[in-house]
């Protein structure tokens, strides 16, 4: 049997996960990676079923990686592999518990400063003032890659959160160190936030971890290749056979 895998959903994961599985389903993104558990945690602050609990975080990965050590510690027995998107991916890079096996962690955060450009901040902006269907879908189809069309329940689901929360956000960055366990980072090609270039850098810097570029994905990964994200998990848990 594969490793439990402990998932990292923040407001974007939610989307591509949580609206296409039911409660005993297994979320898309780790489907195909043979036989496991897989526990998908809502980190406090995001849209969800998490707690309000993150205002006390102050934005620091340090609080969010004691966390996810917490989450592991109640919902594991033995070893795991903590796979991550966007903020979540942050979290899953700063997360240091003795049962993490592995870490994949996809269009993170954490690893640089994120590129905002005109386009996508004033389409963020009216993401936020004009909660509505076109408003969600123009920032969804900035967030995707050329051509990609956002499904109808993404849409749906940036609509609620934009009407009824605000998602927590961190500029903080994951402290330089080198990871004593196998980690696999990926982002895609056309991903608005981390132009390919910066974040291989800030990896190499942070984690001393090279990056997989995703051609045909921007950054939602997770929705766009779901089975990519799959191999992702499975050929990381390849290195220990």
């Not at 993150?54 to 795991?80: C, D, F, H, N, Q």
């Not at 980072?185 to 001393?208: C, Y």
Request: charged fraction near 20%; aromatic fraction near 4%; glycine fraction near 8%.
């Amino acid at each position: 049997m594969a490793l439990p895998i402990t998932l990292m959903q923040d407001a974007a994961g939610d989307l591509d996960l949580s609206n296409r599985c039911g409660p005993r389903q297994d979320p898309p993104v780790v489907r195909g990676t043979v036989d496991c558990m897989v526990v998908a945690a809502d980190i406090p602050g995001q849209p969800g079923m998490s707690s309000d609990e993150a205002g006390t975080a102050g934005g620091r990965l340090t609080w969010y990686g004691s966390w996810l050590g917490e989450v592991i510690e109640k919902t594991t027995a033995g070893p795991v592999v903590v796979l991550g998107h966007s903020f979540g991916g942050a979290v899953t890079l700063a997360a240091d518990h003795p049962r993490i096996r592995g870490k994949v962690a996809v269009s993170p955060g954490g690893l640089c400063r994120l590129r905002i450009t005109p386009r996508v901040l004033l389409a963020f902006l009216a993401w936020l003032v004009r909660p509505r269907a076109d408003s969600s879908r123009r920032l969804l189809r900035i967030l995707s890659a050329p051509g990609q069309e956002p499904r109808a329940e993404l849409v749906e689901w940036m609509t609620l959160v934009a009407r009824y929360a605000r998602p927590v956000s961190s500029d903080d960055l994951v402290p330089a160190a080198a990871h004593t366990m196998p980690v696999v980072v990926a982002s895609g090609h056309h991903d608005v936030f981390l132009p390919p270039e910066r974040l291989r850098a800030g990896a190499r810097q942070r984690i001393h971890a090279d990056a997989d570029i995703v051609p045909a994905a921007g950054h939602l990964v997770t929705d766009e290749h779901p089975d990519l994200i799959a191999a992702l998990v499975a050929r990381l848990e390849d290195q220990w056979r």
